[in-house]
Nanobody, 125 residues
Framework: QVQLVESGGGLVQTGGSLRLSCAAS????????MGWFRQAPGKEREFVAA????????YYLDSVKGRFTISRDNSLNTMYLQMTNLKPKDTAVYYC??????????????????WGQGTQVTVSS
């Protein structure tokens, strides 16, 4: 069983930056593909970014390309999402997800086996 805990959310002004972290506990972190999704009020959960178990393959939502960077440190069982040039439309609860199947993230649908509890990101205009 894998448990995921997000941190790093908060309130930031337009153009600001935040770094989200997702700490994983349980066996086999290095064998999991990981990703970030977000959900704004009244909207469906949306794919943001994903990273393969090795870190060599990344996927991004088009609207965050060039602004967000996903990374992981398998020695620390932690994944990160560096967010820069934040915009009000980025406001949402951000969820960490994990699954041994990379194709789940390639599909960009919220089908992952494991989820964190979410962390709020609010970008003020």
């Amino acid at each position: 069983q894998v448990q995921l805990v997000e941190s790093g959310g908060g309130l930031v002004q337009t153009g600001g930056s935040l770094r989200l972290s997702c700490a994983a506990s349980g066996p086999g972190f290095g064998s999991f593909a990981m990703g970030w999704f977000r959900q704004a009020p009244g909207k469906e959960r949306e794919f943001v970014a994903a990273i393969s178990w090795s870190g060599q393959t990344n996927y991004y939502l088009d609207s965050v390309k060039g602004r967000f960077t996903i990374s992981r440190d398998n020695s620390l069982n932690t994944m990160y999402l560096q967010m820069t040039n934040l915009k009000p439309k980025d406001t949402a609860v951000y969820y960490c997800a994990a699954d041994t199947r990379l194709w789940v993230f390639e599909a960009r649908e919220p089908m992952s086996e494991y989820w964190g509890q979410g962390t709020q990101v609010t970008v003020s205009s």
